[in-house]
């Protein structure tokens, strides 16, 4: 196996040990070097009063793929949680989504991240911009 196939093995089973993720239903559909595709089928007590993503669901779902794209790139971590995390709601979720996270600057502990959630047909639904902290384990 290779090392980008390592960080994806890893990446994917370390999504199943975070209770919240299976929860809400997120789904893993690629992860690649730096970056991550995770989608979330829409169930009625994920929405808000419209009808619509609840506003919470969304910011969980690309904070998970922003984690997920930087979890790639560090498959000997204990983990990644976010430090900051600034997002844009742009459009109305309704169906499925998707989110896509991208690594934009690596580091051994301090990764700088965006990425965005579209609805099935690609229109946008918000943009993040999000920087999160590798957690190593203590020697």
Request: with cysteine.
């Amino acid at each position: 196996m290779s090392l980008a196939q390592d960080n994806v093995a890893f990446a994917l089973d370390f999504q199943k040990k975070i209770p919240f993720v299976g929860h809400l239903g997120i789904d893993v559909d690629s992860i690649g070097d730096g970056k991550a595709t995770l989608s979330l089928q829409l169930r009625p007590e994920l929405t808000n009063s419209f009808g619509s993503a609840h506003g919470g669901v969304i910011m969980s779902l690309v904070d998970v793929a922003l984690c997920t794209a930087a979890r790639s790139q560090h498959p000997d971590s204990i983990g990644v949680i976010t430090v900051d995390l600034s997002l844009q709601f742009i459009g109305v979720g309704k169906g499925k989504l998707v989110a896509e996270g991208r690594v934009l600057k690596p580091g051994r502990n301090t990764v700088f991240t965006e990425g965005e959630v579209r609805n099935e047909d690609g229109s946008l639904v918000a943009k993040a911009i999000g920087t999160v902290r590798v957690r190593v384990a203590e020697k």
